[in-house]
């Protein structure tokens, strides 16, 4: 933790013949050592930006296809994992569960999704929405001064055993999350947020790393989100670039039924 500001005080008690006791305090002014100033918000951004390839390598690009697995140990379920998204803001991401069956979210530019094996399509709305469409910014990873409120740095601190930058940002949808830069690589390494999961509101820590280089970025492998006592692991296999054709973000026949209904 980063170690406050403050005066630091001793105070000695005297004895004398009369057997008064009088207290007496460090000169007034005095101060310890002084707290390095910490960086500036858009600063660390900017440096992440640049440690991961620069926001010009990823603008080289249209469209993104990932695909990886998801385990959930403490539940003993494991599957697959593959994630499209391309220019400006389409989205799909679908999980294979095993027993839990299939589940999907997705945003198409105006309609954000879901879809689940156990509970059917729905329309997301609320919080649920505002997470999708900031997942299907093309450059979601990368910092957006015109999308962005404010960004803070709060704190110098321990973040996955490594010393990390904590910065606040609030979106201008006021959505809002904690995220960790590396001191020593200027990568983000983690990230904090409350997400929305079946209708609820949760608390989600993000433990991001393991980069690999692909298509002239450096693109996290490794993402482990922790869920209340549940640690979901994301791994990254394989990523493609400009190879998503556009009907991968058609609207699945289920929501489109929802939409359709008067």
Do not use: C
Request: glycine share 8%; charged share 25%.
């Amino acid at each position: 933790m980063t170690p406050s500001r403050g005066t630091r005080r001793s105070v000695r008690s005297l004895a004398v013949a009369a057997a008064l006791a009088v207290a007496t305090a460090s000169p007034a002014g005095a101060q310890g050592p002084a707290t390095p100033a910490l960086p500036d918000a858009k600063t660390l951004i900017a440096k992440a930006d640049q440690a991961m390839g620069g926001r010009a390598a990823m603008d080289k690009h249209s469209s993104i296809h990932q695909t990886g697995t998801i385990t959930i140990a403490v539940a003993n379920i494991s599957g697959a994992l593959e994630i499209w998204r391309a220019k400006p803001a389409l989205f799909v991401q679908k999980q294979s569960l095993g027993m839990l069956g299939d589940i999907s979210t997705g945003f198409n530019g105006s309609v954000a999704w879901g879809t689940s094996s156990q509970a059917g399509a729905q329309l997301l709305e609320g919080d649920a929405a505002t997470e999708v469409r900031n997942n299907a910014d093309f450059f979601a990873d990368f910092y957006d001064p015109s999308k962005v409120k404010s960004a803070e740095t709060v704190a110098l601190t321990d973040f996955d055993g490594k010393k990390a930058y904590e910065v606040k940002i609030i979106r201008l949808n006021d959505s809002e999350s904690r995220n960790y830069f590396d001191a020593e690589t200027g990568l983000r390494i983690g990230q904090s947020s409350r997400v929305t999961m079946q209708g609820q509101a949760i608390d989600q820590t993000a433990v991001i790393g393991e980069y690999k280089e692909f298509g002239g970025l450096k693109i996290p492998t490794r993402i482990v989100r922790k869920l209340g006592p549940a640690d979901v692991v994301l791994e990254v296999t394989n990523v493609e670039f400009d190879k998503v054709e556009p009907s991968a973000f058609e609207l699945p026949d289920s929501v489109k039924a929802i939409i359709k209904k008067p």
